[in-house]
């Protein structure tokens, strides 16, 4: 039992450190888009190609030390670390460029790009919605980690 104990806490610490990084990620993005326009060295062609690898490396990197310390239970995690970056990062990333500049994304954490270039984009329902999703699943694989055990 302390085995599993220690499976979930491991679980549970990736999974606040993804959470954490997704928010950040969307602060961080948020500045980038804001200022990018007053310096033309920092303009790239297409932003979400950079982005996408970043975040697919962080993902794989989270699932492979879960797995590697939990074992095939690591893999629970993943799928809901995927379903809740939405939440974190556009909610973070639409409050900071309301921060930066108060005439846009006025409804902070539920706002939503118009002009959004990205081949996936979420709007504020179905980000909390596929948050909620996240959440009750790793709440399933919990509860599933310790009947099997």
């Known amino acids: 039992m302390a085995l599993v ?24 993005e948020a500045d980038y888009f804001h200022f990018r326009w007053k310096d033309p060295m920092t303009r790239v062609e297409d932003e979400h190609l950079m982005f996408t690898m970043q975040r697919s490396i962080v993902a794989i990197l989270a699932t492979v030390a879960c797995t590697l310390y939990t074992g095939l239970w690591g893999l629970l995690g993943f799928i809901p670390l995927l379903l809740v970056f939405s939440f974190f990062h556009n909610g973070y990333y639409y ?8 005439s846009i994304y006025q409804k902070g954490w539920w706002d939503q790009s118009t002009t959004t270039t990205a081949k996936v984009s979420f709007g504020p329902v179905v980000r909390t919605v596929l948050a909620v999703i996240g959440v009750a699943l790793a709440i399933a694989g919990d509860v599933l980690i310790n009947i099997l055990a």
């Not at 409050?95 to 108060?102: A, I, K, P, S, Y």
């Open 5 to 28: 104990r220690k499976k979930e806490a491991m679980i549970t610490a990736v999974s606040i450190l993804f959470c954490t990084w997704a928010a950040l990620e969307g602060r961080r």
């Open 95 to 102: 409050v900071r460029r309301n921060q930066l500049d108060d």
